[in-house]
């Protein structure tokens, strides 16, 4: 299985595509004016403390102020405060924490006016960005992620992350994580961490507790709202993350971006430096790999499947719904069981990969096509949790109710990603939209591929707009002439002015138009 990181810098705007043999599974757009980033740690200034919601407001910067409940302030919180405030009073206290005094676990039933008082300074961290009217959400138990190894302050606990299932390779890790550690850090081990050796873990280890070290050396003069320790990049984090031995290539367009790549290569993979490549072709990055075609047709309200069935996807602001609909040339298998289960099953990949593409989060729901064999319906659950797999959000899959009904429920810390894919109707001006325009060449084909080789159409004229007709036509080897050694026959193709841009139709050897469903 092979994956490729393609990433493109326009304007103020970085964005990243994740394919998965050749096939668009993850899409990021980083906007570089977009402060208040997914582990960011900030100076922050309380300014109200709700008793009623057992939370607090804090003020970062952003235009509204940020929210700290009770149960995300950590059990270490007020050990957290004393270092802050010895730091800031410019105190002497060891940066690595060491030999420092920890103060006791605050209660987990307590109330926030217990901890925090209005107008006090308490370093916070973003764990979930501004989405829609709500600012962000903020907790104080900090972590520092590597690529091995997530640091932990204020805490000495040493855990395995729970896909790492071999009690053997826990016990190891643990073992040697907690023989390496600095007093008064706590570490969480990595999936990636499996099998690795001291070597690579405490090369990782000490670029973090570094991390630390540098962050609250910058504390000592920060001011409220300043950013104290920030994640890196969208694009060096994906790679912290998704980097494996499946990767066949990372290719950037932008130098800046390619050295910060490079450089981070360096760090966690020398070996797979070699990948890094430097786009400087003729064709925009995104159009030589084929990723803004895919993005036109994978982020529209529906989505086709290759069975010729296809999703309906509706977002609102309290959940998700998915539709599952079989389509009328989803007509392959014996009896009408058969075709659901079908249909079900390779929805369920198409639904995962959505998932994890729009980054959608919250409650989905999804209606399949209604089955009565109860293990049909334990096999579309089984699948969709083996399809989720791959995903780095928490998510939790519930089997299909008595009414068809798949209910899963999936964290988000970014605002959802939707990408405007209706256009400006050419005819109206505007008044109505149509389906993305790049899309008519895969409809015709489509229609074309099962008119021969489902209905066995003998003889097919095709009517299209002037330049439609010239896209197929022109050429030595035309488009046209590739159908011809594909089928085996002859497609027709005239010119018809009356018909709009986007509209075409299919005739037989009778001239009688052929409907299209």
Same mark, same amino acid.
């Given at each position: !299985?092979?994956?490729?990181?393609? $990433?493109?810098?326009?304007?103020?705007?970085?964005?990243?595509?994740?394919?998965?043999? #050749?096939?668009? %599974?993850?899409?990021?757009?980083?906007?570089?004016?977009?402060?208040?980033?997914?582990?960011?740690?900030?100076?922050?200034?309380?300014? /109200?403390?709700?008793?009623?919601?057992?939370?607090?407001?804090?003020? $970062?910067?952003?235009?509204?102020?940020?929210?700290?409940?009770?149960?995300?302030?950590?059990?270490?919180?007020? *050990?957290?405060?004393?270092?802050?405030?010895?730091?800031?009073?410019?105190?002497? %206290?060891?940066?690595?924490?060491?030999?420092?005094? !920890?103060?006791?676990?605050?209660?987990?039933?307590?109330?926030?006016?217990?901890?925090?008082?209005?107008?006090?300074?308490? =370093?916070?961290?973003?764990?979930?960005? +501004?989405?829609?009217?709500?600012? +962000?959400?903020?907790?104080?138990?900090?972590?520092?992620?590597?690529?091995?190894?997530?640091?932990?302050?204020?805490?000495?606990?040493?855990?395995?992350? /729970?896909?790492?299932?071999? *009690?053997?390779?826990?016990?190891?890790?643990?073992?040697?994580?907690?023989?390496?550690?600095?007093?008064?850090?706590?570490?969480?081990?990595?999936?990636?961490?499996?099998?690795?050796?001291?070597?690579?873990?405490?090369?990782?280890?000490?670029?973090?507790?570094?991390?630390?070290?540098?962050?609250?050396?910058?504390?000592?003069?920060? #001011?409220?709202?300043? /950013?104290?320790?920030?994640?890196?990049?969208?694009? *060096?984090?994906?790679?912290?993350?998704?980097?494996?031995?499946?990767?066949?290539?990372?290719?950037?367009?932008?130098?800046?971006?390619?050295?910060?790549?490079?450089?981070?290569?360096?760090?966690?993979?020398?070996?797979?430096? #070699?990948? =890094?490549?430097?786009?400087?072709?003729?064709?925009?990055?995104?159009?030589?790999?084929?990723?803004? /075609?895919?993005?036109?047709?994978?982020?529209?309200?529906?989505?086709?499947? *290759?069975?010729?069935?296809?999703?309906?996807?509706?977002?609102?602001?309290?959940?998700?719904?998915?539709?599952?609909?079989?389509?009328?040339?989803?007509?392959?298998?014996?009896?009408?069981?058969?075709?659901?289960?079908?249909?079900?099953?390779?929805?369920?990949?198409?639904?995962?990969?959505?998932?994890?593409?729009?980054?959608?989060?919250?409650?989905?729901?999804?209606?399949?096509?209604?089955?009565?064999?109860?293990?049909?319906?334990?096999? %579309?659950?089984?699948? !969709?949790?083996?399809? !989720?797999?791959?995903?780095?959000?928490?998510?939790?899959?519930?089997?299909?109710?008595?009414?068809?009904?798949?209910?899963?429920?999936?964290?988000?810390?970014?605002?959802?990603?939707?990408?405007?894919?209706?256009?400006?109707?050419?005819?109206?001006?505007?008044?109505?939209?149509?389906?993305?325009?790049?899309?008519?060449?895969?409809?015709?084909?489509?229609?074309?591929?099962?008119?021969?080789?489902?209905?066995?159409?003998?003889?097919?004229?095709?009517?299209?707009?002037?330049?439609?007709?010239?896209?197929?036509?022109?050429?030595?080897?035309?488009?046209?002439?590739?159908?011809?050694?594909?089928?085996?026959?002859?497609?027709?193709?005239?010119?018809?002015?009356?018909? +709009?841009?986007?509209?075409? #139709?299919?005739?037989?050897?009778?001239?009688?138009?052929?409907?299209?469903?």
């Amino acid at each position: !299985m092979s994956y490729e990181l393609i $990433i493109s810098s326009v304007q103020d705007e970085c964005r990243i595509a994740l394919l998965k043999e #050749k096939g668009l %599974v993850e899409f990021h757009q980083e906007d570089q004016g977009n402060k208040f980033t997914v582990g960011d740690i900030y100076l922050g200034t309380v300014k /109200k403390v709700v008793q009623g919601l057992n939370a607090a407001f804090i003020d $970062i910067g952003y235009e509204k102020d940020a929210f700290l409940h009770y149960l995300d302030l950590g059990p270490q919180v007020n *050990s957290l405060n004393k270092f802050t405030k010895t730091v800031q009073n410019r105190g002497q %206290v060891s940066y690595k924490m060491a030999k420092f005094p !920890m103060e006791a676990d605050i209660d987990k039933l307590g109330k926030i006016n217990q901890v925090l008082s209005k107008n006090q300074q308490i =370093l916070v961290q973003v764990v979930k960005e +501004p989405i829609s009217t709500k600012g +962000p959400r903020l907790s104080c138990e900090l972590s520092l992620a590597g690529r091995y190894l997530v640091l932990v302050p204020f805490s000495n606990s040493v855990n395995v992350s /729970k896909k790492v299932s071999d *009690s053997d390779e826990r016990k190891r890790l643990v073992r040697l994580i907690s023989s390496i550690k600095p007093e008064n850090f706590g570490v969480i081990i990595r999936t990636v961490a499996e099998g690795k050796d001291v070597a690579e873990l405490d090369k990782d280890l000490s670029s973090l507790v570094q991390l630390w070290e540098d962050g609250m050396k910058k504390l000592k003069s920060a #001011k409220p709202r300043d /950013k104290v320790i920030g994640e890196m990049g969208r694009a *060096s984090s994906i790679l912290r993350d998704v980097l494996n031995e499946s990767f066949d290539s990372i290719t950037v367009d932008d130098k800046v971006i390619f050295e910060e790549v490079r450089t981070y290569l360096r760090q966690i993979a020398p070996d797979k430096e #070699k990948l =890094l490549k430097f786009h400087n072709g003729k064709a925009k990055i995104f159009e030589h790999f084929g990723i803004e /075609k895919q993005l036109k047709s994978l982020f529209g309200q529906s989505v086709s499947l *290759s069975g010729g069935g296809y999703l309906i996807i509706e977002h609102t602001e309290a959940m998700h719904v998915i539709d599952v609909n079989s389509g009328n040339k989803s007509n392959s298998e014996n009896n009408q069981e058969d075709t659901a289960l079908a249909v079900n099953l390779e929805a369920v990949k198409e639904i995962a990969r959505q998932l994890r593409l729009r980054d959608m989060g919250g409650i989905i729901v999804v209606d399949f096509i209604d089955m009565r064999n109860a293990d049909h319906k334990r096999m %579309v659950y089984e699948r !969709m949790k083996e399809e !989720m797999k791959g995903d780095r959000s928490k998510f939790t899959v519930l089997p299909l109710s008595k009414f068809g009904l798949m209910q899963i429920t999936r964290q988000r810390v970014r605002p959802e990603l939707n990408i405007t894919t209706k256009e400006t109707c050419p005819t109206c001006g505007g008044t109505g939209k149509i389906t993305a325009s790049i899309l008519v060449s895969d409809q015709i084909e489509h229609h074309l591929e099962h008119l021969i080789t489902k209905q066995n159409e003998k003889s097919i004229r095709l009517a299209v707009h002037p330049f439609i007709h010239a896209y197929y036509t022109k050429g030595l080897f035309s488009k046209q002439l590739g159908w011809f050694f594909k089928y085996k026959r002859w497609v027709s193709i005239m010119q018809d002015t009356s018909l +709009p841009i986007l509209e075409f #139709k299919f005739y037989n050897a009778n001239q009688e138009e052929i409907e299209l469903h």
